[in-house]
């Protein structure tokens, strides 16, 4: 699991676009490589096809993980519910040990990035597809998201996800100004795009197994990870 530095939040003017001898506003795509020669840029998910449309907030009520409670965890109960049977559905290595609070992935949603700085875009009036280069502006980091009641740490969690699926992700990640990325954007079209940070979004479920084999209610949670470093682009 990397854990980036913290780093503040930085503009510059540094926005460019180059069109061929068209006229030029700040765009992105990433149909051709994104250049990492200032930035933080891991890209281990294919970030080659345009998306449907600008980025999309998140759908549930999310809060932002600070940096420094995504160690903390709720306390464990230390008196069990009344009874003594095991309860539906879980696994018997759970069975009867210390009381403990659990999380478990279930379900991997794809991604979705959280922007940082302004939406670039450009407009080819040629006619001739043109290659547009953008370069980010503003720079800034990104950590976790949760919806739900999450019983163990953010930090066990995005270790759990990690785990079932195979990838490496951050509790926060720095993306810095300078990173580009190159466009070509066909004739009377506008292309569009938006730097920031990718994030994992999954969901999973979280409650208490208790000392005598019972459990809490199990409670859905969903998660954004930060994931990777790039862009989200679009036409029109």
Known sequence: MR??????????????AMLAGLTTQAAADSSLPTGTETSQATTPADDTVLQPGPPTPEEEDVTEVSAEDVDK?????????????????VPP?????PTQNIYRP?????????GIGPTQSNYNQGSR????????????EAGVAIS?????????????????????L??????????????????????????GVWRMKNTGTSYTIYSNCQT?????????????????????
């Open 148 to 168: 739900g009641e999450l019983k163990t740490s953010v930090k066990a969690m995005v270790g759990e996800i990690e785990a079932k699926y195979g990838v490496e």
């Open 170 to 195: 951050s509790l926060k990640m720095n993306a810095k100004i300078g990173n580009w990325i190159e466009v070509k954007t066909p004739p009377k079209k506008t292309s569009f795009g938006k730097y």
């Open 216 to 236: 809490s209610a199990k409670k859905t949670v969903t998660s954004y990870t930060p994931w990777y470093v790039g862009w989200h682009v679009w036409e029109r």
């Open 3 to 16: 854990i980036t530095a913290r780093r503040g939040f930085a503009v510059s003017a540094a926005t460019m």
């Open 73 to 89: 965890a709720p306390d464990v109960p230390q008196e069990p519910l009344p009874g003594g049977k095991p309860s539906a559905g």
């Open 129 to 140: 597809t043109a290659t547009s280069k953008f370069i980010a502006e503003a720079g800034g």
């Open 93 to 97: 290595a759970e069975h009867c040990g």
């Open 106 to 114: 279930t379900g991997n949603k794809g991604r979705k990035i959280k």
